[in-house]
């Protein structure tokens, strides 16, 4: 394994936007449930670093390291120390909406260092706004699940071979993209195309993996990618065109046994879309004596429709749901298209809580809300008797169907702010109060990190 090659590799994760106008706003006693950072393991990079493990690969994961060691130097300090330290010749790094700006910070400060450093960048923003990343410090755009192609940019460049016909490489020639020659090669990233995160690339900062109050650090690990459903505010089903591919178990399994975590938080948009498929693997976990804790998201109609299903994952380790609710009305739930009702999710707590299975339901507040609405949603959401409930900001994220209908509406064009924690349309209340509204709801119930 690795150094037998001269090519260095230095994969860099974003660290998080701190604006988070909810906390800031928020009444002083609403403040500590209002979660401040999620945490979790930068799956893709993990992947990415799987794929060229006979190289010498480097992941640093700046979110972690901002999180266990608070006097670390600015990003643009870190970044420069690292270059010093690993004189890679290639820096990758991976961008959701909200991290964009520290992606080009971390190439930016690369090309400063040294621009013969061949700098790369991909995540779920590049899949879905690739005319953003004409930056002058980016080389080469990669979209969707691209280890494969990494995989070949990394061999061709460790050969010296042109790179003009690497799969899947959009070249940044001058601020302007020239699309990939030859396509990408990736065509089933869970099942034939399927590389499993090496995870030991983290181990540095495995202290920094705490869920809310866990006593242990928890991992991420997907058992599909895609999504069925179309809600109109979600980049996951625009990210990979509507497909939803499921793992195979027998890879789940092999994963499982390889993860040396006992919490297992499952990345997928929703865990349980195949029925049979989540009963076959919960059957398969038993007789394997894996004895995991899990975390996963779960609709609420789909514990309505299976609550024997239910009741096994509680008995195979299921311990907390992550539940969109988004709202309480019929007619904002059919405007976000999440094809169910709102009556469902009092009966889907009840299943959980039969089975002592800890739930937090998830609201989306439109920039729209009236004092009269958040009192509607604050009784409404007392009423019932979940553990922990979240509540954030409809977003309208670039590239989703909420984008479209609502970019003329946009006052705020700070990708940083794009967290589901600030408002970037205009509210009907006056922002301030606005934002102190949505503070005051996580009193109603607990928050925690957890998401
Ligand atoms: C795991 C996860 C996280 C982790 C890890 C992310 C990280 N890099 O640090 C943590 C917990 C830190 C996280 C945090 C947040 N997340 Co998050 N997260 C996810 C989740 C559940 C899975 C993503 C994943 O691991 N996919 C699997 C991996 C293998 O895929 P991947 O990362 O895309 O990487 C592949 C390709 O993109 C590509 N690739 C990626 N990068 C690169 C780079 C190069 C050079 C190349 C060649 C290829 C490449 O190859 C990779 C391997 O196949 C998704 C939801 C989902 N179900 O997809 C949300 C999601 C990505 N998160 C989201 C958001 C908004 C956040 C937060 C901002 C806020 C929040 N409330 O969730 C926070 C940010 C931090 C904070 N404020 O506390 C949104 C992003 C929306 C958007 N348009 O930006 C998503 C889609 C959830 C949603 N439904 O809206 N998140």
Redesign the pocket.
């Known amino acids: 394994m690795g150094q037998s090659t001269s090519m260095k590799i230095l994969l860099i ?1 974003t660290p ?2 701190p604006y988070n106008a909810i906390l800031k706003n928020a009444p002083e006693e609403a403040r500590r449930f209002i979660h401040k ?9 993990l ?2 670093a799987a794929s060229v493990k006979d190289f010498d690969v480097t992941v640093f994961d700046t ?1 972690a390291e901002y999180d266990l060691y608070p006097d670390t130097p600015p990003l643009r300090q870190l970044v420069w120390k690292l270059l010093e330290k690993y004189q890679p010749d290639i820096v ?3 961008v ?3 991290e964009f700006p520290y992606g080009l910070e971390i190439l930016q400060t690369t090309k400063k260092y040294n621009p013969h450093i061949l700098t ?6 590049a ?2 706004c690739i005319d953003d990343f004409t930056d002058p410090s980016i080389d080469i755009v ?1 979209r ?4 494969k ?2 995989r070949q940019l990394v061999i061709a460049k460790e050969n010296n071979e042109v790179l003009d016909n690497i799969p899947g490489a959009y070249f940044n020639k001058g601020a302007m993209l020239v699309p990939p020659k030859v396509p990408s090669l990736y065509s089933n ?1 869970a099942v034939d195309d399927f590389i499993m ?1 090496d995870r030991s690339h983290v181990e540095p900062w495995r202290n920094a993996y705490y869920v809310g109050n866990a006593p242990y650090p928890s991992t ?1 690990m ?1 058992t599909s990618l895609g999504c069925p459903y179309k809600c109109t505010f ?3 089903w625009k990210e990979h065109e509507g497909k939803y591919y499921q793992r195979n178990i027998n890879s789940i399994i092999e994963e499982l046994k390889c993860i040396n975590y006992k919490i297992v938080r499952f ?3 929703n865990t349980v879309v195949d029925i049979k498929f989540m009963h076959d693997l919960f059957d398969r976990i038993k007789l394997e004596g894996i004895q995991k804790e899990y975390i996963m998201d779960i609709r609420a109609d789909i514990a309505v429709n299976n609550p024997g299903l239910i009741e096994k994952f509680a008995k195979g380790g299921l311990k907390i749901v992550i539940c969109g609710f988004e709202s309480f009305r019929e007619d904002e739930l059919r405007k976000y298209n999440k094809s169910y009702g709102a009556g469902l999710i009092e009966k889907a707590i009840n299943i959980f809580h039969d089975n002592g299975i800890m739930l937090r339901g998830n609201y989306v507040i439109p920039n729209d809300y009236s004092k009269d609405d958040f009192k509607a949603l604050s009784d409404y959401a007392s009423s019932h008797k979940v553990n922990y409930a979240g509540y ?1 900001i409809l977003t309208p ?1 670039p ?1 989703t169907v909420l984008y479209q209908e609502k970019k003329d509406e946009i006052i705020d064009h700070n990708y940083l702010k ?3 924690f600030n408002s970037v349309l205009k509210t009907k209340l006056p922002i301030d109060e606005f934002y102190n509204e949505v503070g005051k709801l996580w009193l109603i119930k607990k928050g925690t990190d957890v ?1």
């Open positions: 994760n998080r936007s950072k999620l945490i979790g393991p930068p799956l893709g990079l992947t990415l979110k990758g790094t991976t959701i909406t909200s790369l960048i991909g995540g779920l923003h899949t879905l990669f969707g699940h691209a280890a192609d990494f990233p995160p991420y997907f979600c980049s996951v990345a997928d948009a954030t994220m590239g794009y967290n589901f998401i």
